[in-house]
């Protein structure tokens, strides 16, 4: 059996307002960074890891969470009493964390196409598949999460340099659309 997350959408009377858009995201590195501090920054009194939960207030009064949950726990300033999914953000916030755990199961295009909403190109995708799988994805208790935090962040310089590359690709694609003349070191 594959350990998958959860998709229940039971909300609390009062779900999380707060959206993605409102914060500095502009690459799946910088989601990953924001998710990687506030799963670090968790108190574990309260947040239980569990890769197979988004953000799940349980019986034993500690909120169980996986790495999406972390930030509905930091950045979405979720309460620990809420249970949560995804789909309870408005705007473009569901798509950012979807992206996100594609990322933490080693799922770069997949994340890519969540994060973009538009497939790599084929150079960016190749260097995407390069990436390794994250150890730990499937985590269960502070020391493998902790793992596997550590894991993400190891591939996040990697991830950046391709980000950079999908940046400046898209901007010199921009600058060819509007009729600017082709780069001397281009033709």
């Known amino acids: 059996m594959t350990a998958t997350l959860s998709r229940r959408t039971i909300t609390t009377p ?6 993605l858009r409102g914060f500095n995201l502009y690459s799946m590195s910088d989601l990953l960074e924001v998710a990687i501090s506030d799963a ?9 890891p569990n890769s197979i939960t988004w953000h799940d207030a349980d019986a034993q009064e500690q909120c169980q969470v996986c790495l999406i949950g972390s930030v509905m726990a930091g950045t979405l ?5 809420q249970t949560l999914s995804p789909d309870c953000f408005p705007s473009d916030t569901p798509g950012k964390l ?10 770069w295009v997949l994340a890519f ?4 909403r ?3 190109r084929t150079s960016i995708e190749d260097r995407l598949r390069q990436l390794p799988k994250p150890n730990n994805s499937n985590f ?3 020391s493998a999460f902790r793992a596997h935090l550590n894991s993400l962040e190891s591939i996040l310089p990697e991830l950046r340099e391709i ?25």
């Open 40 to 48: 670090r920054a968790l108190d574990p009194r309260i947040y239980h």
């Open 163 to 187: 980000e950079l590359i999908k940046h400046w690709f898209y901007s010199l694609r921009l600058s060819f659309d509007s009729g600017s003349p082709l780069p001397a070191w281009l033709q």
């Open 98 to 107: 979807e992206a996100l755990n594609f990322m933490r199961m080693g799922h």
């Open 140 to 142: 269960h208790g502070w």
């Open 14 to 19: 009062a779900a999380a307002p707060t959206a």
């Open 113 to 116: 196409y969540e994060f973009y």
């Open 118 to 120: 538009h497939w790599p």
């Open 77 to 81: 300033a979720a309460t620990p009493d």
